[in-house]
């Protein structure tokens, strides 16, 4: 682990901290080494070990603390599994043409392999390819209702009945939705919130994880320890963790919203009303991932390029949520494919456990590829819900339609100018990683310039 540099500046700050928590005395004292520091991170993902990162570079005393046993967060690449690493969660580098972690990767080529996606797309009817000229009609169709509209409203209100009655509707609707039912989109966040300099998608083929876990080797991280309160009616802030209470001057909270929306963690007081009306007016999205370890000879039958999207056809009568998947066959050239389910189908599939996820996918990939396809070319599976993680309870985030104006913002917003704001949720280009990981740098800035 990485010593953390204290300066002029950030001794006189520690020594100054280390004075103010005299007064908590009583309390509990945290056995960590560096104890009562300046800052404290809570949570180790994109945007904390960022944050941590900025705060070390600037000469600050910082702790980093994680509730999971490992870094990353939501962007994680697992190798015990498959024996090589694929990502359970983020997995594509959006905004690539300006995406750091893309930049960082390229000048690391001995270690990772980044290219931008230019992968061919495969559509199935529940049966055989398709062309699916009708679905990329509608889809082509949505995608320029979505681009062009405003509206704080209902993505679906916005879509005429003559789409909706397509058969090809439920499929695309699940194409647009960034992984949210059409009900539960607002154009507005989507158009007005976002911010992001850079466009493309691109790819890592040792991981997303892989390459954010690279990146950061040199953070120094306290893992295992569970923040469950924030006080701050006194002087500074002091934080709860299941290893004791830290006494510090600010605090940068990274957890996903849905830790903070589920109250995982206290506030005392609690936060102001207009943080937790911000609050009320974003959710988090479903986004479950199963990935299917298959035999070679099965990409070979298909013909199946790395990286090659897939889609088939769903008929959910205009459900609400549609019971689909989409896929990335042959994630990086490997034997592995990646699978995803969205929205509040996704939560409810996942509630019925790891087995009903990839039973779900096996069934329609056996109805696609053929009744003999499990036993012919099946190895291994794993699934993720994401909603069932206590640390992130859900994906990304996503503005609830009317309440999004000023929602980002309204996140990013300081609290008692000692509890700063970081995370995905109050990126400019949110629910990423490359996002949370400037959210992060500009967090570290504020308390910076405020302690
Ligand atoms: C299935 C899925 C697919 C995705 N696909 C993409 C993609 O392709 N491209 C992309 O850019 N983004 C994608 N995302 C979104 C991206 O992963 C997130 O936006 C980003 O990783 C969030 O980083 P973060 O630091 O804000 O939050 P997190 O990664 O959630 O980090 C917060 C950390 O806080 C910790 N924590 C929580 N509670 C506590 C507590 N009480 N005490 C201490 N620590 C705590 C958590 O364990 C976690 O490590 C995807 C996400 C998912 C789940």
Redesign the pocket.
């Known amino acids: 682990m990485k010593k953390v540099f204290i300066n002029n500046i950030g001794r006189r700050k520690f020594l100054k901290t280390s004075l103010s928590t005299l007064a908590f005395a009583t309390l509990p004292k945290i056995s960590f080494a560096q104890s009562n520091p300046d800052v404290v991170v809570?949570?180790?993902?994109?945007?904390?070990l960022s944050a941590t990162a900025e705060l070390m570079q600037k000469g600050v005393s910082v702790l980093c603390?994680?509730?999971?046993n490992r870094t990353g967060?939501?962007?994680y690449s697992d190798t015990s599994t498959f024996g090589i690493p694929i990502d359970i969660?983020?997995?594509?580098l959006?905004g690539f043409s300006e995406n750091q972690f893309a930049k960082f990767g390229k000048k690391h080529k001995d270690k990772f392999k980044i290219y931008p996606e230019d992968a061919p797309s495969v559509v199935y009817d529940g049966k055989r390819k398709t062309e699916a000229t009708e679905l990329w009609k509608i889809y082509k169709q949505l995608k320029k209702i979505k681009r062009r509209s405003r509206a704080d409203v209902p993505f679906i209100t916005l879509v005429p009945e003559k789409i909706k009655k397509n058969t090809w509707f439920d499929t695309a609707a699940s194409m647009v939705g960034d992984s949210r039912d059409l009900d539960n989109f607002s154009p507005h966040d989507d158009n007005v919130n976002w911010y992001d300099p850079g466009n493309g998608d691109g790819l890592c083929r040792e991981g997303?994880g892989s390459l954010l876990a690279y990146y950061r080797k040199d953070v120094p991280v306290k893992l295992n320890?569970?923040?469950s309160e924030i006080k701050w009616d006194g002087k500074g802030v002091q934080v709860v963790t299941n290893k004791g209470t830290i006494s510090t001057k600010a605090c940068i909270v990274?957890?996903?919203i849905g830790?903070l929306k589920a109250e995982?963690?206290k506030f005392t007081p609690p936060l102001p009303v207009r943080k937790i009306k911000a609050l009320d007016g974003v959710s988090m999205t479903y986004?479950n991932?199963v990935l299917i370890q298959l035999k070679k000879k099965f990409y070979k039958a298909k013909k199946i390029k790395n990286d090659t999207w897939f889609n088939t056809k769903c008929n959910s009568n205009g459900a609400k949520s549609p019971k689909t998947y989409y896929g990335s066959l042959k994630m990086g050239g490997s034997d592995v494919s990646l699978f995803g389910m969205s929205g509040q189908f996704a939560k409810d599939i996942g509630e019925e456990g790891d087995n009903a996820m990839i039973d779900f996918i096996l069934n329609d990939l056996k109805s696609t590829f053929g009744s003999k396809f499990y036993k012919k070319y099946f190895i291994k599976a794993k699934a993720i819900a994401?909603s069932k993680n206590p640390?992130?309870l859900g994906?990304?985030t996503g503005g609830i339609p009317g309440k999004s104006n000023n929602l980002r913002r309204e996140l990013r917003m300081p609290v008692g100018d000692r509890i700063f704001f970081a995370?995905?949720a109050t990126a400019l280009a949110f629910?990423?990683?490359?996002g949370?990981d400037r959210s992060g740098k500009r967090a570290a800035t504020e308390v910076y310039t405020s302690i």
């Open positions: 809570i949570g180790a993902g994109s945007s904390g603390v994680e509730a999971m967060g939501r962007c969660g983020a997995h594509w959006h997303y320890t569970i923040v990274t957890t996903s830790v995982k963690i986004s991932r994401w640390f992130t994906a990304y995370g995905d629910s990423t990683v490359h949370a």
